[in-house]
Nanobody, 112 residues
Framework: QIQLVESGGGLVQPGKSLNLSCAAS??????MGWYRQAPGKNRTVVAE?????ISNYLDSVKGRFTISREQNTVFLQMNSLKPEDTAVYYC??????????WGRGTQVTVSS
């Protein structure tokens, strides 16, 4: 059984930075990423990174967010945060057996 341990998140002012991390254990992981869900909206992908280091980003976070990975730990460095980035952020992993797992989520609130 895979386990995901998320950390980071919190309340920050616009323009500030936060770093999220998610450590996966118990399985061999291929794809790792972060999704977010704002109140009343669908969950959407923010950034993903493959085991080979190829990354993709939501258009609205390009140039501000950076996803990185060290083995089975994924990081999301979020800079120049905006109020519209406020959401619950979920870690997501896809194992080499094509099974998906979700973290419990961590709240990110951007407000002055």
């Amino acid at each position: 059984q895979i386990q995901l341990v998320e950390s980071g998140g919190g309340l920050v002012q616009p323009g500030k930075s936060l770093n999220l991390s998610c450590a996966a254990s118990g399985a061999i992981v291929s794809l790792m990423g972060w999704y977010r869900q704002a109140p009343g909206k669908n969950r959407t992908v923010v950034a993903e990174i493959t085991s080979g280091g190829i990354s993709n980003y939501l258009d609205s976070v390009k140039g501000r967010f950076t996803i990185s990975r060290e083995q089975n730990t994924v990081f999301l460095q979020m800079n120049s945060l905006k109020p519209e980035d406020t959401a619950v952020y979920y870690c997501y992993v896809l194992t080499t057996m094509s099974t998906a797992y979700w973290g419990r989520g961590t709240q990110v609130t951007v407000s002055s």
